[in-house]
């Protein structure tokens, strides 16, 4: 499956699902931007601070659009998002 068929069949899910290297994918989209992090607000309706570093996807810098991320589950945890 390639990236881009990956991201349309999660995208269709809101199910959360943790891969083996310990990363979670989620739905949101990016809401304000620095240097070094994003504001995302997930569809779980968490707004959040992520460094760009713990974001293992590619992803559109552009705002407002739902898109599909690869985070590191600690992370989400920390923030008790997972």
């Known amino acids: 499956m390639t990236d881009r ?3 349309r069949f999660f995208a269709s ?3 959360r699902i943790t891969t083996r290297d310990n990363t979670t994918k ?3 989209m990016i809401t304000k ?3 070094n992090a994003v504001l995302l607000k997930l569809d779980s309706g968490h707004e959040n601070w992520f ?3 713990n974001i293992k ?3 559109s810098p552009e705002k407002e659009i ?3 991320f690869l985070i590191d589950s600690w ?3 920390r923030n008790k998002i997972a």
Do not use: C, R, W
């Open 33 to 35: 931007e620095t240097e």
């Open 51 to 53: 460094p760009k570093s």
């Open 66 to 68: 739902s898109q599909i």
């Open 57 to 59: 996807s590619h992803y």
């Open 5 to 7: 068929q990956n991201q």
């Open 26 to 28: 989620v739905e949101g």
């Open 13 to 15: 899910s809101s199910t």
């Open 75 to 77: 992370i989400l945890e």
